[in-house]
C-alpha cells in the first residue's frame, strides 16, 4: 500500500464531482478524483436555460463547450385531461436547452479535469474513508480491474458519489429518502416526434419522457416505483404495455409498441434534508440532495454546489470557516425551494391520474391530501 496526500479528494466523477475537481485544481489545489465507471443508463438529459447559464457563470473556458451544442427547443406534455401543452424555451426562457448524452458527458468532463491537473483514479472505489490524526481524511480505493487497494490521504473530502453518498456514514446525515423511484430505459425506433422537442406523458403508475434525435430515434424512459413493478419479466412487460397505451400523447407520436421486454434500470429516487457539509467534509450534486427527475434541476443543482462547495473549501483553507456555515444554509433554502416546485408540479397532474398509487402517494406527500 502507497500513501499520497493531496488537499482534496473528490469521490465519484460524475458532473459535480468532475466540476468541482477542476475548479479547486485551477485554483491552485492538489486535487484527486475517484470515479467507478458509470454504471448510470446511457440516457439523455436536458441542460435546462438555468443550467447553461450557471456553467457560463463559473467562466472557465472551453467549459461550456463540453457540454455539446445539441439543442432542445421545448417541451411538449400532456399532464392535465386538457389538450398537450407546449413549452418553448426559446420563448419563455430566453434560449434553447441542451440535450447531454450521459454518460458520454461524464467521460468529457473527467477528461476535461484530468487537463485541468487533477490526478484521476479510475476505475476505482472508494470504498472506506476515515477520519484520522491532524484531521487529515484516509480513502482506501480499490482499483476495478486489478482488485488492488490503495490508501491515499487527503485535507478535505469532497462527496460527489450521488445517490450512493460515500459520507452518509460521516457525522449525523439524516438525509431522508423520499420514496422508492426507479427509471427504465428502452431504445425505439422511429418516431413522428417533433425534431428536438422534449415529450412527457403520464399514466397511472408513472411518468414518460422521450427525447428524439435530429435522426428521428429516441429514447423512451419510464419513471415509477419499484413497489409497483411486476417481478416477472413477461408480466413486466405486459404492464409496461399497458401503461403506455395509457400515455396518449407518446403513444400517439411513437410508431408500434416499444420491444419492453428489454429493458434497463436505475435508481431514480430523491432525497431531502440532513447536513450538506462537516469537518473538512462538504457534499455536492445528488450527494447533498437528489430532487426529482421531473423537475430537471440534477444539473443545475451538479454545477451550483460544485461551484460553492469549491468557494466553501478555498475560504476555509485562508481561515474563514463560516463558509461551511453558508454553503449548509445555502443548500437548506435552496432544496426547500426545489421541493416546492416539485409540490407544484405534482398537484397539476390529471385528475384521473391522481387516484392511482404512484401519484396518491406523491400528491398526498406535497400537499397533505389523500
Ligand atoms: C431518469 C432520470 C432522468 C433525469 N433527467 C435529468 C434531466 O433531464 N436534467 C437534469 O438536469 N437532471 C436530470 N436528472 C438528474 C441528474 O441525472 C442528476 O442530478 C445528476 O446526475 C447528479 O450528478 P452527480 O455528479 O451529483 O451524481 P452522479 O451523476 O450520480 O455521479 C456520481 C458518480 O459517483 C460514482 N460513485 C459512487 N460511489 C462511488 C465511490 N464509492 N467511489 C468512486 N465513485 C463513486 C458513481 O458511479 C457516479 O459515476 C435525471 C435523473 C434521472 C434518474
Known amino acids: 500500500m502507497t500513501c499520497r496526500t493531496y488537499d482534496v479528494a473528490v469521490v465519484g466523477g460524475g458532473p459535480a464531482g468532475s466540476i468541482c475537481a477542476v475548479l479547486l485544481a485551477r485554483a491552485g489545489l492538489a486535487v484527486c478524483l475517484f ?14 436555460p438555468p443550467a447553461i447559464r450557471a456553467v457560463r457563470s463559473l467562466d472557465i ?34 434560449e434553447a436547452a441542451l440535450t447531454v448524452e450521459r454518460p458520454v458527458l461524464d467521460q468529457q468532463l473527467v477528461r476535461f479535469a484530468v487537463d485541468s491537473g487533477v490526478d484521476l483514479f479510475a476505475p476505482t472505489r472508494v470504498v472506506d474513508v476515515k477520519r484520522g490524526q491532524r484531521d487529515i481524511w484516509t480513502l482506501i480505493a480499490a482499483d476495478r480491474e486489478t482488485r488492488c487497494s490503495d490508501s491515499f490521504q487527503a485535507r478535505f473530502l469532497v462527496d460527489a458519489s450521488g445517490k450512493d453518498s460515500t459520507t452518509k456514514a ?127 434541476s440534477g444539473l443545475l443543482v451538479a454545477i451550483q454546489t460544485a461551484s460553492r462547495a469549491s468557494l466553501a473549501i478555498l475560504d476555509s483553507l485562508h481561515g474563514r470557516e463560516e463558509s461551511f456555515g453558508r454553503y449548509q444554509t445555502w443548500c ?15 398537484a397539476q397532474v390529471m385528475s384521473s391520474v391522481r387516484t392511482f398509487p404512484y401519484w396518491r402517494a406523491r400528491h398526498k406527500k406535497t400537499t397533505g391530501n389523500a
Open 61 to 94: 473556458e472551453d467549459l461550456e463547450s463540453v457540454f455539446g451544442t445539441e439543442t432542445c427547443v421545448g417541451v411538449e406534455s400532456r399532464w392535465s385531461e386538457e389538450e398537450p401543452t407546449y413549452f418553448d424555451y426559446e420563448l419563455y426562457a430566453c
Open 332 to 346: 437548506a433554502s435552496e432544496s426547500r425551494v426545489m421541493e416546492a416546485k416539485r409540490q407544484e408540479v405534482y
Open 35 to 48: 470515479c467507478t465507471a458509470t454504471a448510470c443508463l446511457r440516457r439523455r438529459e436536458i441542460l435546462a
Open 170 to 296: 460521516i457525522g449525523d446525515r439524516r438525509r431522508r429518502v423520499q420514496d422508492t423511484a426507479i427509471a427504465f430505459q428502452f431504445s425505439i425506433g422511429q418516431t413522428r416526434s417533433p425534431e428536438n422537442t422534449l415529450l412527457l406523458d403520464c399514466s397511472p403508475d408513472g411518468w414518460w419522457y422521450s427525447m428524439p434525435n435530429t435522426s428521428g430515434e429516441a429514447d423512451l424512459v419510464f419513471v415509477t416505483d419499484i413497489k409497483l413493478a411486476p417481478r416477472g419479466g413477461l408480466q413486466r412487460a405486459e404492464w409496461m404495455i399497458q401503461m403506455f397505451k395509457q400515455a396518449r400523447l407518446l403513444s400517439d407520436r411513437i410508431t408500434g409498441i416499444p420491444n419492453f421486454r428489454h429493458h434497463r434500470g436505475c435508481l431514480a429516487h430523491s432525497s431531502q434534508g440532513g447536513n450538506f457539509c462537516g469537518n473538512g467534509w462538504i457534499a455536492v450534486g445528488d450527494a447533498a440532495w437528489a430532487c426529482d427527475p421531473l423537475s430537471g
